[in-house]
């Protein structure tokens, strides 16, 4: 899996990333120079106010866009090398994802939603395993409703069984309560650690919630494109000041 031995540790490494985008005004450049390392097993969460490129970033690091000039790395794969294809099949099998918006299929129920996963995995197993992933985030009684049967929280509930069950190395989740009330986004938030935790899974977190950032093991944050470093003097201000939007 890995292709550099020397680099085993590193389960996610940005280089110089840049990606700009045509708009109607013109060219955006919307990462203007990422450079981040994160290791295996690793907590981190990724903080900054609203437009500065934070769920862009991930979804370079998800390999759903590709930049525009710099490197990605995840597990020893360079992305940059893969085809469509071979990013798709690295992409189903290394990372799981789990947005604010919980992108459940409206037309199959919560078993199937976490299931057809791991079908096209190949996984023989795949609704015994799904059940079980469902029970283990509190579902087992709600195996048969379709997600609009579910409260918010049950649907995140299951987008993060789903997101757990093909058991990936990477976690990539984009305010993943930001549609929840307070208690019920703490409840998916202590799962996803717990979860996390006993699977080993590297965690990469964007949240607004500055409580919620100091649970991972490091913080980063960008503006306007950019990683503000760690020992900046502005990142402790500007991280004590909370939630910029
Ligand atoms: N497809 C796109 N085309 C043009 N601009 C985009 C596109 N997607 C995002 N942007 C712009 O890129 C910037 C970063 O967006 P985003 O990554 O969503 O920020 P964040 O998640 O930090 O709020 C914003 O200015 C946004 O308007
Ligand atoms: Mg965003």
Do not use: W
């Not at 990606?19 to 390392?37: F, H, M």
């Not at 490129?53 to 000039?69: D, F, H, N, W, Y």
């Amino acid at each position: 899996m890995f292709d550099d031995p020397g680099d085993e540790a590193a389960m996610v490494r940005l280089e110089d990333v840049h990606l700009k985008l045509a708009s109607a005004g013109g060219e955006v450049n919307i990462l203007r120079g990422i450079d981040l390392s994160v290791r295996a097993g690793e907590t981190v969460s990724v903080v900054g106010p609203s437009g500065s490129g934070k769920s862009t970033m991930m979804m370079v690091i998800a390999g759903l866009e590709r930049p525009t000039a710099g490197r990605v790395t995840i597990a020893g794969r360079a992305l940059g090398a893969l085809g469509e294809d071979d990013l798709a099949l690295f992409r189903r099998d290394a990372i799981g994802i789990v947005f604010q918006a919980f992108h459940l299929i409206p037309t199959m129920t919560a078993l199937e939603n976490v299931a057809v996963p791991l079908e096209f995995a190949g996984r023989r197993d795949a609704f015994a395993r799904a059940a079980a992933e469902l029970k283990a985030v509190g579902l087992g009684h709600r195996l048969d409703h379709y997600p609009g049967q579910l409260s918010g929280g049950e649907q995140q509930r299951t987008a993060l069984a789903r997101a757990f069950a093909v058991e990936p190395r990477l976690l990539l989740a984009d305010e993943p309560t930001g549609n929840l009330d307070g208690e019920t986004g703490g409840h998916i938030i202590d799962l996803m650690f717990a979860l996390q935790a006993r699977r080993g899974t590297t965690l990469l977190l964007i949240t607004h919630d500055p409580a919620l950032a100091a649970r991972c093991g490091r913080t980063v944050k960008l503006v306007d494109g950019r990683i503000l470093d760690e020992s900046d003097a502005d990142f402790a201000v500007t991280r004590a000041a909370g939630a910029d939007d």
